[in-house]
């Protein structure tokens, strides 16, 4: 499953177990909502029995092929760690960058990424004697004997992907969809019933329909978008529709009901961010983004 399918996947699951925590209020105030949440169960079982034939042996590696990938990324996850901290006190960003990473760097992508990764790796280490002094000879070529190793296995065929294709991929794109058609009526009854009496209800159902890519790493900016009240109410000045746009670019996004504004895949550089809702003075801030890197900031919104 890809990492988006992954998230969706599991903002349906997340969806389901708010309803079923919260089913007896809800459905004595929205008697629409029970039916509804009856078909998403259903769907939801075809998105998982999906999930099973992408994650069978026709993922296009075989069981033996798994094994000796994750041995790859084991193994040079530790002279990452190692060499990592090497390059922070070089203060090389971009060895930080090249190293910082888990084993889930290499096997969250297919055969053919997986080895670039890895041997990218390497070869800084190769390059780059003087900071990785921690980093032996014989460590190099244990890494790159385990690269071998898993890029000499053979893959499934041709046939077991596409076959994957059908019964797995399009099933979950399809249906993923209809899913999320579904909990958006039903977020949309929650939030009319309940946004004036029980806010942090809605805000549980907006937060399980988000979407959260864990293990990628994008340079680009979180912003939570707040008003001035006091800190005691902090919770209730989390703004929505504050418009937040990287001006250089021509980049917008609008904050959730959390206040919350992701722009990612930014390249890195310095840019002006602008911020603005009606009613509120526009505000515009100067950050620098580094690479690999996402900038997280607090903005407080002062009305006009």
Same mark, same amino acid.
């Given at each position: 499953?890809?990492?988006?399918?992954?998230?969706?996947?599991?903002?349906?699951? =997340?969806?389901?177990?708010?309803?079923?925590?919260?089913?007896?209020?809800?459905? /004595?105030?929205?008697?629409?909502?029970?039916?509804?949440? #009856?078909?998403?169960?259903?769907?939801?079982?075809? #998105?998982?029995?999906? &999930?099973?034939?992408?994650?069978? !042996?026709?993922?296009?590696?075989?069981?033996?092929?798994?094994?000796?990938?994750?041995?790859?990324?084991?193994?040079? *996850?530790?002279?990452?760690?190692?060499?990592?901290?090497?390059?922070?006190?070089?203060?090389?960003?971009?060895?930080?960058?090249?190293?910082?990473?888990?084993?889930? &760097?290499?096997?969250?992508?297919? +055969?053919?990424?997986?080895? !670039?990764?890895?041997?990218?790796?390497? +070869?800084?280490?190769?390059?780059?004697?003087?900071?990785?002094?921690?980093?032996?000879?014989?460590?190099?070529? /244990?890494?790159?004997?385990?690269?071998?190793?898993?890029?000499?296995?053979?893959?499934?065929? /041709?046939?077991?992907?596409?076959? =994957?294709?059908?019964?797995?991929?399009? @099933?979950?794109?399809?249906?993923?969809?209809?899913?999320?058609?579904?909990?958006?009526? @039903?977020?949309?009854?929650?939030?009319?019933?309940?946004?004036?009496? *029980?806010?942090?209800?809605?805000?549980?159902?907006?937060?399980?329909?988000?979407?959260?890519?864990?293990?990628?790493?994008?340079?680009?900016?979180?912003?939570?978008? +707040?008003?001035?009240?006091?800190?005691?109410?902090?919770?209730?000045?989390?703004?929505?529709?504050?418009?937040?746009?990287?001006?250089?670019?021509?980049?917008?996004?609008?904050?959730?009901?959390?206040?919350?504004?992701?722009?990612? +895949?930014?390249?890195?550089?310095? &840019?002006?961010?602008?911020?603005?809702?009606?009613?509120?003075?526009?505000?515009?801030?100067?950050? &620098?983004?580094?690479?690999?890197?996402?900038?997280?900031?607090?903005?407080?919104?002062?009305?006009?």
């Amino acid at each position: 499953m890809k990492k988006i399918e992954l998230a969706h996947f599991r903002g349906i699951k =997340r969806f389901i177990i708010v309803y079923n925590g919260n089913k007896t209020v809800i459905d /004595a105030a929205c008697p629409d909502v029970p039916a509804l949440m #009856v078909q998403l169960a259903a769907k939801n079982v075809v #998105v998982e029995a999906a &999930y099973e034939v992408q994650n069978v !042996s026709t993922t296009g590696l075989t069981e033996h092929a798994k094994t000796l990938q994750l041995n790859m990324a084991t193994l040079i *996850n530790k002279f990452a760690h190692k060499g990592v901290a090497k390059a922070r006190l070089a203060k090389n960003e971009d060895l930080i960058t090249l190293m910082d990473h888990e084993i889930t &760097y290499f096997t969250r992508v297919g +055969k053919e990424k997986s080895i !670039s990764l890895a041997r990218d790796m390497v +070869k800084g280490f190769v390059d780059n004697p003087s900071i990785f002094t921690n980093i032996t000879h014989a460590n190099i070529t /244990a890494m790159t004997d385990a690269i071998d190793a898993f890029e000499d296995v053979k893959e499934d065929t /041709a046939l077991a992907i596409d076959a =994957r294709k059908v019964d797995g991929t399009e @099933v979950i794109n399809k249906t993923v969809k209809e899913c999320y058609d579904i909990m958006q009526i @039903v977020y949309d009854f929650v939030y009319g019933e309940f946004i004036d009496t *029980n806010k942090s209800l809605v805000e549980k159902f907006a937060n399980a329909m988000s979407i959260e890519m864990e293990g990628v790493h994008h340079t680009g900016i979180t912003a939570v978008c +707040k008003g001035p009240v006091p800190w005691e109410n902090i919770d209730s000045a989390l703004l929505e529709d504050v418009v937040m746009t990287i001006v250089e670019l021509n980049k917008t996004i609008t904050s959730n009901i959390n206040g919350v504004a992701t722009l990612i +895949k930014v390249k890195p550089g310095t &840019y002006h961010v602008q911020f603005s809702k009606d009613k509120y003075i526009t505000q515009t801030i100067v950050i &620098y983004f580094k690479r690999g890197k996402t900038v997280e900031i607090e903005v407080i919104m002062k009305p006009t």
